[in-house]
């Protein structure tokens, strides 16, 4: 747990989970916060290997995914592609750092919007898919 | 008065995950649901032929917003097979079909918030989420169902080197409808600062201050901060943090210059997260805890 959040290092990178959505409190002396995968972070390719703790303090840990690298030869050291999730308790945010590397992110539940809407909800940059063909149900 | 429903989760694909999490869970639905709601909750549930995931978004707020101006009623009743997958897709007579393919659509963070998008998803909950440097490197996002990947902007399917370094700061947005607002601003203008450790130190209360009593210390939390390398006012921000529960008693507000009080810390942010520990009443810029 990184309260407010908790997180999981997977095989896909990094699962985000705020469980205080999921809570249970169907017991009256009992109260259970439900771990779900809700965002995850993690990019193109597949990892290296397992993640690794590559720093830690008195107040956080950075657990870093190395990802494999596309083509060969491999890449220098310099440019190795790899991301580091920094986990501090108490931090609104999850904050991971990319190197190297494009990022993809993936949800347990569908998208409703992806938006950049200001606060006003003006000047949104959605734009409407266009028409799949082939499902007839968008010609209805 | 909060009733209990159980959420049957039906999906195929990658919503089996989903699905797995939502078996033996339940969902809230509240007293005040409106017999139009449960309604078109039953109609759409009919058309898709799928039940989907939802957690509430806070334990006195309704599991499932299915007005008709909800953006989940107009995701599915509008977008059809956008916000839909798999077998989910209806047509207009009610049948599925098989899948229409996954729909790409992208979006421009906004010029007012350069860097920020907000993830909305079926299940309720909405998120934001922040990138680093948009001005040397403005980004699109892709998505489709359940996929977002953030790429240069008007790249095509060559994306090019990736960049040495790019940070992303993912935050879930709390609060009920019109709560939600005030903690959005404050996460976005608090996004830029972020911790990458930190310390722990001390010092004697009495010797440092005259108000101190015998036998306290203060705690104070020194953190290494980076920043995301925005421009404008966030730029400048503080690093802000979670007040949790534990910390209420002791904690010393930068707006007061004094220790807080529960209040306090309510009173100076909108932005508010739930944990095992509590509520945490939002976010604070100076740590700075006293300990009897």
């Known amino acids: 747990m990184v309260v407010p959040y908790a997180v999981s290092a997977g095989a896909a990178g990094l699962a985000v989970s705020y469980p205080a959505d999921r809570r249970d409190t169907s017991e009256a002396f009992r109260l259970s916060d439900a771990f779900s995968g809700d965002v995850s972070f993690g990019s193109d390719g597949p990892l290296a290997g397992p993640a690794a703790v590559a720093a830690h303090d008195a107040l956080s840990v950075t657990l870093r995914f190395a990802l494999a690298a596309p083509g060969t030869p491999a890449p220098a050291p310099a440019t190795a592609p790899f991301l580091d999730a920094v986990l501090v308790k108490g931090a609104p945010f999850v904050t991971v750092m990319y190197s190297h590397a494009w990022p993809v992110l993936t949800t347990a539940s569908q998208f409703a919007r992806v938006t950049g809407l200001s606060l006003a909800q003006e000047a949104s940059g959605e734009s409407d898919p266009a028409p799949d063909p082939k499902c007839s149900a968008n010609a209805g | ?196 450790g930190g310390e722990v130190g001390w010092r004697d209360a009495v010797a440092s201050s005259a108000g101190g009593d015998a036998g306290e210390v203060e705690l104070s939390f020194a953190w290494r901060v980076g920043r995301l390398g925005l421009t404008g006012g966030a730029s400048t921000s503080p690093l802000a943090m979670v007040a949790l529960p534990h910390h209420l008693d002791g904690l010393r507000l930068a707006s007061k210059g004094a220790f807080a009080t529960a209040a306090d810390v309510t009173a100076a942010s909108s932005a508010r997260f739930s944990c095992l520990k509590g509520t945490d009443l939002g976010l604070v810029t100076v740590m700075v805890e006293r300990l009897p």
Not at chain 2, 88 to 100: E, H, M, R, S
Not at chain 2, 131 to 160: C, H, K, N, Y
């Open chain 2, 1 to 196: 008065m909060l009733g209990k429903r159980r959420v049957m989760c039906t999906g195929t694909g990658n919503r089996k995950s989903a699905g797995a999490l939502c078996v033996g869970a339940f969902a809230e639905t509240s007293a005040e649901e409106t017999k139009a709601s449960r309604r078109l909750r039953k109609t759409l549930q009919a058309i898709t032929h799928c039940s989907h995931c939802f957690a509430p978004s806070s334990s006195s707020s309704l599991a499932l917003d299915l007005r008709p101006s909800s953006p989940l009623a107009l995701a599915l009743l509008l977008h059809r097979c956008a916000g839909l997958g798999g077998d989910c897709c209806p047509t207009a007579g009610g049948a599925t079909l098989g899948c229409c393919g996954a729909s790409t659509r992208s979006a421009s963070p906004s010029s007012a918030h350069p860097g920020a998008l907000f993830l909305e998803l079926l299940n309720g909950q909405r998120w934001l989420l922040a990138a680093s440097d948009p001005d040397s490197l403005p980004l699109d996002a892709r998505w489709d169902d359940g996929t977002v990947r953030l790429v240069p902007q008007g790249a095509g399917a060559d994306l090019g080197a990736p960049p040495p370094q790019l940070v992303l700061r993912l935050a879930r947005v709390t609060g009920a409808v019109g709560e939600a607002a005030a903690s959005e601003a404050e996460l976005l203008g608090s996004r830029d600062a972020f911790p990458l």
